[in-house]
């Protein structure tokens, strides 16, 4: 039961962490410097790490104490329900349901794997192409790591840009940016990025409702819609990615050309790239909504466009996905 049971032997086997560590994280934290917080750490010895490790020391410094936060929180709120516990307040209930289920742990332990995938990426570095880690970089990105460690997607492409950042292989190919970039995905942009094709056109449409009596009365129902295939259901949240990406250089959105209404069903061929926009059960939908709105008037036109990486999207794939995949 819940009574038999030592959360600070679970919290250490289970983190890494130790009372000790959490003071001296926090002692360290006070002094408002990065090495303040490095000292109080090491002190703590949380990642039990050989001081020359420097890429951890930097991680010791910019995240791994706050483990220890999280650690302390965890032992209140075990120890707050304990109490309950003791009152019959609650039901029965072991202890380790209580913490592992618990966001706190769940979060602490994503740190911990961030820091873990970190650390494997750069064991796979030959000692020769070591170097020792750009700060400006280096710095920024750890500094929020933290909260972006609960997305596995997002804890990939921090650990290849920093394993990137400390391999000479890539030193001319890590920009400063990079680090930013990441901060501004979310783990369904990472997702949707490291699925597209390297260096493919991707099609995507505009679905418009217009009236043929009335050329100035339209309505924009679906844009930028994005389908792999006749099949495929489309995801409003590929199109928040797709504009994200193209915010942020990483591709570019062409518009091709308009096509005034679709009323022949052999418009387009299977070979054609916007076949699947004819085809699939949305283009239905948008004409069934179009006749409902303008009656017999009412028709379908599609903006065609496309998008693909650009120059500067190609190399942060190259630095912090690819880079990744040839190394797993």
């Known amino acids: 039961m819940i009574m038999d049971f030592n959360i600070d032997t679970f919290i250490k086997d289970k983190l890494g962490v130790t009372p000790l560590g959490a003071v001296g994280a926090y002692v360290g934290s006070l002094t408002g410097s990065n090495y303040g917080i490095v000292a109080g750490t090491m002190i703590g010895n949380q990642l039990n790490q050989p001081v020359g490790e420097t890429v951890l020391q930097l991680w010791n410094g910019y995240v791994g ?6 650690a302390e929180k965890i032992k209140f709120d075990y120890e707050f329900q304990l109490e309950e516990y003791k009152k019959e307040k609650i039901p029965p209930k072991t202890a380790r349901e ?3 289920q618990s966001p706190s742990f769940i979060h602490a332990e994503n740190v911990n794997k961030l820091r873990d995938r970190i650390r494997e990426k750069v064991d796979q570095i030959s000692t020769e192409q070591r170097k020792a880690p750009d700060l400006p970089l280096i710095g920024p990105l750890l500094m929020d790591a933290e909260y972006f460690a609960d997305s596995k997607v997002i804890r990939e492409l921090f650990s290849n840009l920093v394993a990137a950042s400390v391999n000479k292989d890539y ?11 990441i901060k501004q995905l979310s783990p369904h942009d990472a997702k949707f990025l490291m699925e597209l094709p390297y260096q493919s056109e991707n099609a995507i449409v505009s679905y418009y409702l217009i009236n043929r009596n009335d050329e100035a009365n339209y ?9 792999k295939s006749i099949d495929d259901e489309y995801d409003y949240s590929d199109t928040l990615s ?3 990406l193209d915010r942020l250089g990483i591709i570019k959105i062409d518009l091709k050309c308009r096509i005034k209404e679709i009323t022949d069903s052999d418009l387009y061929d299977k070979t054609d790239m916007y076949y699947v926009y004819e085809k699939n059960h949305l283009f239905d939908e948008v004409k069934s909504i179009a006749q409902n709105t303008f009656g017999k008037d009412g028709a379908i036109e599609i903006e065609e466009k496309s998008f693909m990486l650009t120059d500067w999207g190609m190399q942060f794939m190259k630095v912090c996905i690819l880079q990744g995949q040839s190394k797993n």
């Open 242 to 244: 797709i504009e994200n």
């Open 219 to 227: 309505e924009v129902l679906y844009d930028n819609v994005y389908l």
């Open 65 to 70: 104490y706050r483990v220890q936060f999280w």
């Open 171 to 181: 030193e001319k190919e890590v920009h400063l940016a990079f680090a930013a970039i």
């Open 98 to 100: 209580s913490i592992v």
